[in-house]
């Protein structure tokens, strides 16, 4: 006799919880395999949802553990981004408050000076696709006089620079400091997008494109320089 219907039993559901630290494991994993790299955006939320088969608000949860952790960083009206692979982003973010900007531009200086020497030994035709979009938007965002948006874009071109070096572990340092990266741009820029802070960063653009180490590092160090009396 076949067994009835009602021998049969639907799967357990796992524990709300239980859920959501296996989303969470699912997040890491594709930022660990590289699917998202650091300094990337992740998808939307429904494309998470719709790639990771749970509801919105587990997809919402592991997100939020994440962000709390350190690994992913919510920007607001440009989307969530991975800042590490690990814990290390709060850690640094702490020692880097906007009372040390001083030493926020010596560590971006070192970072970036360093990374762009790299690009321009480095450099594919994809990174050199990104770039040449990064500095698109970012002269974009400068006519669009939003200080907010400049200083995201801005950003942006920095942090493709440093994916154009192909060191992993340089672009992990330098996703950690991006808060306080951006807080370097903004008080830079003030309350307003005013000409005579204007920095082109074409040069250091084409440099790394001509496949020159010195110059694109003197590019890259050449807005870092310390105020006079610092």
């Known amino acids: 006799m076949p067994p009835s219907v009602d021998s049969f039993s639907a799967p357990p559901v796992p524990p709300r919880g239980h859920r959501v630290r296996q989303t969470i494991e699912q997040l890491r994993a594709r930022i660990l395999g590289g699917e998202w790299p650091v300094g990337g955006r ?28 350190g690994v992913l960083e ?53 990174d050199m696709a990104a770039l040449d979009g990064a500095l698109a938007e970012r002269e974009a965002a400068w006519r669009g006089g939003r200080v907010d948006m400049f200083v995201e874009a801005d950003a942006a071109l920095h942090t493709a620079v440093v994916a ?4 992993a572990m340089l672009a992990e340092l330098y996703a950690s400091v991006g808060t306080a990266l951006r807080s370097t741009v903004a008080q830079a820029m003030g309350d307003a997008l005013t000409p005579e802070r204007y920095v082109d960063h074409a040069r250091l653009v084409e440099a790394i494109r001509a496949g020159d180490p010195g110059r694109a590092a003197i590019e890259a160090g050449a807005f870092l320089e310390p105020a006079p009396g610092a």
Do not use: K, W
Not at 42 to 58: D, F
């Open 74 to 126: 919510c920007r607001q009206g440009s989307g969530t981004y991975v800042v590490s692979t690990d814990e290390l982003a709060p850690v640094v973010a702490r020692r880097l408050g906007d009372d040390r900007m001083t030493e926020v531009i010596e560590v971006r200086r070192a970072f970036e000076v360093e990374a762009a020497r790299l690009a321009a030994l480095r450099r594919t035709p994809q």
């Open 164 to 167: 154009a070096a192909h060191n």
């Open 42 to 69: 992740i998808p939307t939320e429904p494309q998470l949802v719709a790639a990771l088969g749970v509801g919105r608000n587990t997809v919402r949860e592991a997100v939020r553990a994440l962000v709390h952790a």
